[in-house]
């Protein structure tokens, strides 16, 4: 099965006169797939290799009152039995790394046990099932506690407290809010506008990466004092350094080989192989590999996480999308990992592929007595993606239009203004759409297949920030505080607003990336032609011409007075080719604005990344976060 | 009994890179003495084939023969640092800064073969089968290999390059959530045909078409493998997938593969590719990343088919027979919606 | 306590010491040094360690390794004729149908053995003989494709 | 530590069993308890008894040794109404290990042999040479078995159905076997069994009475299909739930009774 290239499309931007580049060139690697030779990491032999397996919590929620290990230390075949007392610096978080928050996950649980099947103990021995009799011989005297396994009951007020680090069972955003706030024009005043209003709630199941390797690190020592490691990680440098900064060791004794791995899809990115292979390397001074099984890959293994995510759009009755609002629940289980980052990726990605005028997100990342959630293929993504097309085909049945026009009417064009406050540019959201119906025979009307991505974006008020209203709901702490769990864009809350304006960033990547002179690309032979898909020349100012024309001053969009009269159509909508344009979709009138005018400059002084710990990790970053 | 068809579309776009930037990736490129050349980095080949496409790109870019050129990955030693695999960023951020440090070396390259030929370096240019020669005049020319050997042996010149690509970090504003999430977008749309069995609820994929912009196809059977498979994984996770059947009770999590359901190769659907290339301005020839973003159009789609089909809203994943009977028993039986499109 | 096993391994006379319970799986990895094979459950519910005992696929991790005495076993390791590539190899190279290659090994030898008793299968055939194996990369159809081909290029040779 | 002993005949290996003890047959079910370390044994019994792998016609009844895999099933033509109960199970692989014995030892949602076998009325024939019906063999789930000793049916009279999610190999939502024997041109003697709709294989006697003279026919199986599930309460697990299992019995049972396509 081959696919077919539509060469014709944006042929004007692309040149494809190349020796290798778009060449199906055989794999590099495949010879040695095809005749097992291949290095995955369980493929290096080590004489007198020791196993490793850990007594794990039967429990989702429990005190630790003793552990009981003798009887196992006494086993045959049975070498040493780590704790977390073993392990010089125990708690961490991954994303420490990029000194994104608190450390709140021991690699050995001490005192307390969050989920089924935390680990608490790791027993080296001879062989597999040395260890794992010695598992079975080690008693843990458990103290139940109420655990709380739902999203939204873990944020009701009298909800289990989680994770320690994080009392109010949210990650902390700023050390301001329990969420993640997105806000964009006024959602509130443009539903009271609408036509209709559209709602809808949506669930993502867990779901394991399941790799057919499951995850594993061998830890050898090597000849000059350092660590070998074979590891199945699929970031060698966040193995490395959260490595070194779990057993208090330097990077330079640390040698990490990988890079052939059977499969990962996100499941293969937490790295905690790796440093307990390698502590019980330097506790036995000989090789120790930790696997997990099948079991583990999938019960102990960090998930895909569920997320629950609610949608409300105004719809105006030819199909024009004018608010839409967001309120998203990652399921994060016990402990972070990467969940906190996932909820600002997939507010990034809001409202979707589509310029809609007024736009609110409050996406929390919640803890649950649950196996840890963590990346998996299209993280942050997946499930608001599901969410969100399956709430496009409600909307289009609302309005009685048909699905697929229905999205290309309100597909983003090069030039409109996303809701995170920059321009679109290289848009093909609209040619896909074309190209799938018309490979499929879905007939589309002859305004929709004439659209296109690179014309009518970016004009009047489809280019421009709007006036946004914001608030000051959901403060940490705030809820357990209150008794009151969280009720979104309820209104209440200090409201503020903030101007229309432009952009205040919309530069590239690529202009203004760090790369120094001396390592620049050749451009012109990267096979880009004019128009706008060409890239701006490297390190000059950015060419407006490539992300699209400028919006229009913000004083040229008409404001009407009255609640019953349609504003004025703006031009740009009335370039946008498909559907009817009803006289009534454009921008809402802005609220007064209320008491407390959030200040202008927030915007560009008030920029920080969730909760920030300078110089947590030894390694890697501490000095990248301001 | 009856056996409903149905037809459901879904499209999406992508965010290729890690979220927010901030995430450097390192490459390094050398060539032995009889002009070979070794790229050698610290990214992960999981099977989506950064060896394969890295090596692509450096061939390409030294202007020289790909089976000249060998990607080395993954060793901390000798790999400089990188990032990882993960958030579609691999070809994106190391492909660039392949084809940095591959520019470096192939700057060293042809300054070599200008002092042997005595000719400006500027006026010389690769034909992609190993040899260097002057434009305009395909006779004045020295191999690759000669070069090299003369450049190692006899002018003591590295042929070298070191690249790195770094995405500024983006902050993110507490209020209104203003960031820099990412450089560009892929995108893609797709239409499934299904038909749901309204005794058992049992959903059985017909075919897929789709369109998938992938900025440039920069080796047409890798990101074909990803889109195949890819799209494999979004029927799996939509009709199949989960750890924990009884979300959000834990009770009844498979713990082997015969309890974690998946398709099989019986169920393999015939898959109508078409693919776009928009170059996106910052990206490697301007390949977007299609591995990640491949599966997502597939869940929603299959949900709008499924509802399309027999009038049942599956908004919660996965879309078992389960639920799409309990869906018809509570609509008191199928409510096929007619075939949208025709 | 350790005993002896003696089998045949890709057609060479192999004697290992096995312990008590091990599975065939383990013995080729770590006692004969061929790392073809690969663990993937433990549970017999992947294929990644399918391997051939007298011609038969069998999940090696589900064989008790003292039962493979006096028998033939054969895996990916010995699938090529040193540089010569099985049929089926080079078509898995030309269809492009693995990759990240942790399930190929395993694949190979299923298919293998539906084509040394089946020259000529159909696709429903080929489902079949891969139906134990799994793969989370491909979605199949390029494996299949290439059995198919290998099949055809066999009947050609 | 693990220990393993190997006897020559299956009568010193039933001998050496006792509640430490596992015997291993293909390897399929004890294996996969011996790599993940199962602390409830300690010692796996097998034996090399070339007797039970043997297919012999004995009378009007096959015997087929418990040592008969999968793929001797497939491979015999005395055994050809196995044959899609056999083909059932597993991969290719799992196949040419699982045996007859260990179909009959195996625990929810497996054992889809042992659904067709118990609808042809097999009996169990034990290491010590007693016999007795694989449904009180079933309920009972111990000794270690030589063989197992069923008739071959009539014509089309054997029916036999796995319903999976995964195709072509996948677990059982369920699966269902009847033998429809007639007495002048109506059904009498009816045997239907279900798998996966209980702890193990079972036959379902509301539905056999309700076939009890009836054509098969739509009007003649109604009374039969509204007691699809009488007397069962079909477990949950990670491949469907109870209540599922419970609501398509009467769909593919009248499919499995009218031949109707699968799905």
């Not at chain 2, 070069?147 to 993110?172: D, H, K, M, W, Y």
């Not at chain 3, 008790?64 to 028998?71: I, M, P, Q, Y």
């Not at chain 4, 042999?113 to 010590?128: E, F, I, K, N």
Request: aromatic fraction near 6%.
């Amino acid at each position: 099965m081959h696919a077919e290239y539509r060469k014709d499309l944006f042929a004007d931007e692309r040149s494809d006169d190349f020796d290798v580049v778009g060449k199906p060139v055989i794999r590099q690697d495949i010879l040695g797939h095809v005749t097992g030779r291949s290095k995955f990491y369980d493929d290096h032999a080590f004489d007198g290799l020791l196993h490793m397996r850990c007594v794990r919590s039967p429990h989702h929620r429990a005190r630790i009152r003793s552990v009981d290990s003798s009887a196992a230390e006494r086993q045959d075949g049975v070498v040493r039995v780590l704790g977390g007392r073993d392990v010089p610096v125990n708690t961490n978080t991954l994303l420490s790394l990029i000194n994104f928050g608190r450390d709140d996950e021991p690699l050995l649980a001490t005192g307390k046990v969050g989920y089924v099947g935390q680990p608490i103990l790791a027993i080296v021995a001879t062989s597999v099932r040395a260890a794992q009799e010695a598992v079975d011989a080690v008693k843990v005297d458990y103290e139940e506690l109420p655990h709380v396994l739902d999203v939204e009951e873990a944020l009701k007020p009298e909800a289990p407290i989680v994770n320690d680090e994080y009392p109010n069972n949210t990650f902390d955003y700023f050390d301001t809010y329990d969420h993640q706030k997105l806000r964009f024009g006024d959602v509130e005043t443009a539903f009271s506008r609408a036509d209709h209003v559209v709602e809808g709630e949506y669930q993502m199941s867990p779901i394991e990466q399941a790799p057919i390797e499951t995850c594993g690190a061998i830890a050898a020592p090597e000849t000059s004092d350092r660590i070998t490691v074979h590891t199945s990680t699929q970031a060698l440098f966040f193995s490395v350094g959260v490595t070194a900064k779990q057993l208090d060791i330097s990077s330079a004794r640390l040698h990490f080989i990988g890079g052939t791995v059977g499969g990962g899809f996100g499941g293969k990115v937490d790295s905690h192989h790796e440093p307990l292979a390698a502590l019980a390397c330097l506790a036995t001074g000989k090789p120790v590999k930790y696997m997990w099984d099948r079991a583990e890959e999938m019960q102990v293994g960090g998930p895909r996480g569920g997320e629950r995510w609610r949608i409300k759009d105004g719809v105006m009755r030819d199909g024009r999308i004018i608010a839409r609002a967001f309120t998203g629940f990652f399921d994060a289980g016990a402990y972070t990992r990467l969940s906190s980052y996932a909820v600002q990726k997939s507010t990034g990605h809001l409202p979707g592929p589509y310029s809609i005028p007024n736009v609110a997100s409050n996406v929390y990342c919640v803890f649950t007595n649950r196996t840890p959630s963590t990346a998996m293929r299209g993280f942050g993504i997946t499930a608001v993606d599901f969410a969100i097309e399956r709430h496009m085909d409600k909307v289009a049945r609302v309005v009685g239009m048909d699905p697929i026009e229905l999205r290309i009417l309100n597909a983003y064009r090069d030039g409109d203004m996303k809701a995170h406050r920059r321009e679109a540019k290289n848009c093909a959201l609209i040619e896909s759409c074309q190209a799938v119906a018309h490979k499929a025979g879905w007939r589309l009307s002859a305004d929709a297949a004439r659209a296109s991505s690179k014309t009518g974006g970016g004009e009047g008020a489809s280019g421009v920030i709007p006036e946004t209203v914001t608030d000051d709901e959901g403060r940490i702490g705030e809820r357990r505080r209150s008794g009151l769990a969280p009720e979104p864009f309820s209104g209440q809350g200090t409201r503020g607003l903030l101007p229309e304006g432009h952009s205040s960033n919309n530069s590239s990547a690529f202009g203004n990336a760090p790369q120094r002179e001396d390592m620049e690309a050749e451009i012109e032979r990267l096979g880009f032609k004019g128009g706008p898909g060409a890239p701006p020349t490297p390190r000059g100012p950015v060419d407006e011409a490539a992300s699209g024309a400028r919006p229009t001053v913000p004083g040229e969009t008409s404001r009407p007075a009255g609640a019953g009269g349609g504003p004025t159509l703006p031009a740009a909508y009335a370039q946008r080719p498909a559907g009817t344009v009803d006289q009534s979709i454009a921008q809402p009138p802005a609220q007064e604005p209320a008491a407390a005018e959030v200040e202008s400059d927030s915007a560009t002084t008030h920029f920080q990344r969730g909760v920030r710990r300078p110089g947590v990790s030894r390694f890697i970053s501490g000095s990248r976060r301001r | 009994m009856a056996i409903h068809h149905g037809r459901g579309f879904a499209c999406i776009n992508y965010p290729i890179g890690m979220n927010l930037g901030g995430d450097p990736s390192q490459a390094l490129v050398h060539s032995t003495p009889d002009g070979k050349f070794k790229v050698t980095l610290s990214s992960i080949d999981l099977g989506q084939g950064i060896k394969s496409v890295g090596r692509q790109l450096a061939a390409e870019t030294l202007g020289v023969p790909v089976e000249d050129v060998f990607v080395d990955t993954a060793d901390s030693d000798t790999g400089p640092h990188d990032m990882g695999s993960f958030a579609s960023r691999g070809t994106h951020r190391m492909g660039n800064a392949i084809i940095r440090a591959a520019t470096e070396a192939r700057a060293q390259l042809l300054e070599a073969a200008a002092e042997e030929l005595e000719v400006d370096a500027s006026d010389l240019s690769t034909d992609g089968r190993g040899n260097i020669h002057v434009k305009g005049a395909p006779s004045r020319s020295i191999t690759v290999e000669a070069t090299a050997t003369a450049a190692q042996f006899n002018q003591g010149r590295t042929l070298a390059g070191r690249g790195i690509f770094l995405v500024p970090l983006s902050e993110v504003d507490s209020d209104t959530g203003e960031m820099t999430p990412v450089s560009s977008f892929a995108h893609a749309a797709l239409v499934i045909d299904l038909t749901v069995d309204d005794e058992t609820g049992a959903v059985e994929v017909q075919h897929i078409n789709s369109a998938y912009e992938v900025g440039r196809a920069l080796n047409p059977r890798l990101v074909e493998q990803q889109l195949i498979g890819g799209a494999w994984m979004g029927v799996s996770h939509a009709l199949y997938e989960t750890t924990e059947p009884l979300y959000p009770d834990r009770s009844h999590g498979p713990v082997d593969f015969n309890h974690y359901l998946q398709p099989g190769p019986g169920d393999s659907v015939p898959h109508h590719i078409s693919v776009l290339e928009r170059p996106a301005p910052d990206a490697p020839f301007g390949g977007k990343g299609p591995g990640e973003m491949c599966a997502n159009p597939v869940l929603p789609a299959i949900a709008n088919a499924v509802f399309n089909a027999v009038g049942v809203e599956c908004d919660s994943l996965p879309i078992t027979p389960e639920k799409v009977l309990r869906g018809i028993r509570a609509n008191g039986g199928a409510r096929p919606q007619g075939r949208p499109g025709a | 306590m350790k005993s002896p096993v003696t089998f045949r391994l890709n057609g060479s006379e192999t004697a290992v010491f096995v312990d008590p319970g091990a599975n065939l799986l383990d013995v080729l990895r770590r006692g004969c040094g061929d790392l073809s094979p690969k663990y993937g459950c433990g549970q017999g519910g992947c294929g990644a360690c399918t391997v051939l005992i007298d011609g038969e696929p069998h999940v090696s991790c589900l064989v008790l390794a003292e039962t493979v005495a006096g028998r033939s076993v054969e895996t990916t390791g010995g699938l090529s004729n040193g540089p010569d590539l099985h049929p089926l190899q080079r078509a898995f190279i030309e269809g492009f149908a693995a990759q990240c290659g942790y399930c190929t090994p395993g694949m190979l030898m299923a298919a293998k053995a539906l084509l040394d008793r089946n020259p000529n299968p159909t696709r429903p055939e080929v489902e079949e003989a891969i139906s134990g194996n799994l793969c989370r990369c491909t979605g199949y159809e390029p494996i299949v494709d290439a059995i198919l081909e290998a099949a055809k290029q066999r009947g050609a040779a | 530590m693990l220990e393993v002993q190997t006897y020559p005949t299956i009568g010193e290996a039933a001998g050496a069993m006792d509640d430490q003890a596992r015997f291993l047959g293909g390897g399929t079910l004890i294996m996969n308890r011996v790599n993940y370390g199962d602390p409830r044994f300690n010692r796996i019994v097998r034996t090399t008894d070339a007797s039970l792998a043997e297919i012999r016609v004995e009378g009007e009844r096959l015997e087929v040794g418990a040592g008969v895999t999968m793929a001797a099933i497939l491979a015999s033509r005395d055994l050809d109404f196995l044959a899609p109960a056999a083909r059932a199970v597993g991969g290719p692989a799992i196949r040419n290990m699982a045996s007859v014995g260990g179909n009959l030892m195996a625990p929810h949602p497996y054992g889809d042999l042992a659904v067709a076998l118990l609808a042809l009325d097999a009996v169990v024939r034990m290491a010590s040479g007693e016999e007795l019906g694989l449904e009180d063999f079933l309920a009972r789930r111990n000794g270690v078995v030589r063989s197992l000793l069923v008739r071959r049916p009539r014509g089309d009279e054997f029916r036999f159905r796995k319903v999976s999610r995964v195709k072509p190999k996948g677990v059982s939502v369920m699966s269902m076997a009847a033998h429809l024997t007639r007495s002048a041109g109506r059904l009498s003697g009816v045997r239907v069994a279900y798998g996966a709709m209980a702890s193990t294989p079972v036959r379902v006697r509301a539905v056999e009475s309700a076939l009890e003279g009836v054509s098969l026919d739509h009007a003649g199986i109604a009374a039969a299909l509204s007691a699809a599930t009488e007397g069962l309460d079909p477990p949950d697990d990670p491949i469907a739930s109870g209540w599922y299992r419970r609501e398509v019995a009467p769909v593919h049972l009248r499919r499995l009774l009218l031949g109707e396509d699968a799905r």
